[in-house]
């Protein structure tokens, strides 16, 4: 297995543009989250699915983010529009029971 | 709620001597207690994680851990410190109950030649 796959590894964007945050789980996981790492908050988690639903998003930020999970294959992480204070580096993280997680190589946004 | 507390923000160490990362939780009920570690530019990746029975667990790269559920404690600990053991570590809690991991700030561990 290849892990859990993040795209795109960097993202340098402008001030209020669209950005996506892709992510492959794991075969056959069927919880997925989305976790936010800065030097001053630490690990945030921003939402997490099971079965591919939404289960808490209490975590996300602002109306300006969005998240969904089409099919157990895939998700993505959008903001939009896109601020320099989004600057992070965005976590996947896939779990077959919520005991142990596995984390993808994460996504560092940076928003000029 | 279930929260983590890691006390020290960097730990250093020389190599060859033991090392301890400390970890505190507060939970309402029974914990799964886990460590992660993450090398530069990398994701987190598993070490190792307590879910019951003996109290000291071993997991990845000579790690161990000691679950102390008076002092709700489970400090990661290593007998002899490497220098590719310089990383950033997390200790991370979930409440019986609960589905998400609940994250410490991570302390940077640093091993000196």
């Known amino acids: 297995d290849a892990g859990v796959i993040q795209s795109p590894r960097h993202e340098v964007t402008e001030m209020g543009q669209e950005v996506t945050l892709r992510c492959k789980p794991i075969?056959?996981?069927?919880?997925l989250f989305w976790y936010r790492q800065t030097m001053m908050r630490g690990l945030e988690l921003l939402i997490y699915?099971?079965?591919?639903?939404?289960?808490?998003d209490s975590g996300m930020p602002e109306d300006r983010f969005s998240a969904k999970m089409p099919n157990a294959s895939f998700s993505t992480l959008k903001i939009q529009p896109s601020e320099p204070r989004d600057s992070a580096v965005y976590f996947c993280?896939?779990?077959?029971?919520?005991?142990?997680?596995?984390f993808g190589s994460g996504t560092r946004l940076t928003v000029v | 709620a279930q929260s983590v507390a890691q006390p020290e923000d960097q730990v250093n160490v020389a190599e060859g001597n033991p090392l301890t990362v400390k970890c505190t939780y507060s939970?309402?009920?029974?914990?799964?207690l886990f460590w992660y570690v993450q090398y530069p530019n990398r994701g987190l990746q598993f070490l190792l994680k307590y879910i019951t029975g003996d109290n000291l667990v071993k997991g990845s790269y000579g790690f161990e851990a000691e679950f102390n559920k008076s002092q709700t404690s489970f400090h990661l600990k290593k007998p002899s410190a490497l220098v590719s053991d310089s990383a950033l570590y997390f200790c991370a809690v979930r409440e019986r109950g609960y589905s998400t991991l609940t994250f410490g700030k991570g302390t940077m561990l640093l091993v000196s030649p």
């Open positions: 075969s056959g996981h069927n919880s």
């Open positions: 939970v309402s009920g029974n914990p799964y």
């Open positions: 993280a896939s779990s077959p029971t919520g005991n142990g997680y596995t």
């Open positions: 699915f099971n079965n591919n639903v939404p289960i808490d």
